[in-house]
């Protein structure tokens, strides 16, 4: 078992380019996440999904679009990249949205706009 | 507005104990997370606390204080391990995770 995989690893990208980053779970979880964690501040949640066919905007949505077709995959599109979105990013998973459900992170994906 | 604090910074013994505060000011509470993150890895969770009072797990214990928007985590016996940031995150009432920046625990011998 797996748990949840992201892709690439690390990726160097040229300004104005697009990029997607993968995110899988293989935990058969209802809700994921996408955070960017850079230097000095918490997590920060880009976009969300609650469930499957569903997603919501989090705190910082803006140059960045998700889609979750399926239970497994939340693929996070940057439609044209930019320094500012240089930082790690980070796709968790929980079994759903309740008090108690903790999430699960994914080993991240260190991203440099230049 | 929405706010975690945590000390950035902290530098304890090996075998001795260290306790990690967090306050937070947010819109709702439905719960209070630790997680740990060693330098260049995901953050893994440490423990969850809702009501007020101390949860312990091992030589990680947990204590909430709803009243006044605290929280710290208790390390004992520290190993060299233990060296990482430890993150405070509260869920809101969008059920939200609201993020501290972490604190980078150092363990020196």
């Known amino acids: 078992i797996a748990g949840i995989t992201q892709a690439p690893t690390s990726q160097i990208l040229a300004a104005g380019r697009r990029m997607t980053l993968r995110c899988t779970q293989d935990?058969?979880?209802?809700?994921m996440y996408w955070y960017r964690q850079d230097l000095g501040l918490g997590l920060r949640l880009i976009h969300y999904?609650?469930?499957?066919?569903?997603?919501g905007k989090g705190e910082v949505p803006d140059g960045y679009s998700v889609s979750r077709a399926n239970t497994d995959d939340f693929p996070l599109t940057l439609a044209s990249a930019v320094p500012s979105q240089t930082s790690v990013y980070f796709c968790?998973?929980?079994?759903?949205?309740?008090?108690?459900?903790?999430?699960?992170f994914g080993p991240g994906t260190r991203l440099t706009v230049l | 507005g929405q706010n975690i604090d945590q000390p950035t910074e902290m530098t304890a013994t090996e075998g001795a104990i260290v306790q990690i505060n967090c306050t937070y000011q947010?819109?709702?509470?439905?719960?209070l997370f630790w997680y740990q993150q060693h330098a260049g890895e995901a953050p893994t969770f440490l423990s969850y606390?809702?009501l007020d009072g101390l949860e312990e797990k091992g030589r990680f214990s947990s204590f909430l204080s709803r009243s006044k928007g605290y929280s710290y985590l208790l390390l004992k016996e520290l190993q060299m391990k233990d060296s990482a940031s430890y993150l405070c995150?509260?869920?809101?009432?969008?059920?939200?995770?609201?993020w501290g920046a972490g604190t980078k625990l150092i363990i020196k011998p």
């Open positions: 935990m058969r979880h209802n809700a």
């Open positions: 947010t819109s709702g509470f439905n719960g």
């Open positions: 999904s609650n469930t499957a066919g569903t997603t």
């Open positions: 606390n809702v």
């Open positions: 968790a998973s929980s079994p759903g949205t309740s008090d108690t459900d903790t999430q699960y």
């Open positions: 995150a509260v869920r809101d009432s969008n059920y939200q995770l609201i």
